[in-house]
């Protein structure tokens, strides 16, 4: 499967982006999970937030939560992580990727397709 995010963008304080990641390929519904990460300058990269193909949701970090909502659509094979009230802390390139593993998890080692990344910029 190829994955492609885009939705990124320079964006002020208290604004909102939606990031969109499109597969190609393969189903997502027969992936079991997707995840969107987030690699902020010099720091490690981290999980943001994850989607498994039977509709659970997870959200990681106490900062995004109530800001960030990811979803699915399968029938344009795309996930989705709608962002809003924006901080300058959520500035960093993301990335989803996609899992055949069975559960939805923050490390990113357990994931198997990437996609290429999103900058994600917000001024203050």
């Known amino acids: 499967v190829q994955l492609q995010a885009s939705g990124g963008g320079l964006v002020q304080a208290g604004g909102s982006l939606r990031l969109s990641c499109a597969a190609s390929g393969r189903a997502l519904r027969n992936i079991y999970a997707v995840g969107w990460f987030r690699q902020a300058p010099g720091k490690e990269r981290k999980g943001v937030s994850c989607i498994t193909s039977g509709g659970g949701r997870a959200l990681w970090g106490d900062s995004v939560q109530g800001r960030f909502v990811i979803s699915s659509d399968n029938a344009k094979n795309t996930v989705s992580l709608q962002m809003t009230s924006l901080r300058s802390e959520d500035t960093g390139v993301y990335y989803c990727?996609?899992?055949?593993?069975?559960?939805?998890?923050?490390?990113?080692?357990?994931?198997?397709?990437w996609g290429q990344g999103t900058q994600v910029t917000v001024s203050s």
């Open positions: 990727a996609a899992t055949t593993r069975r559960l939805c998890h923050p490390d990113y080692s357990r994931y198997e397709y």
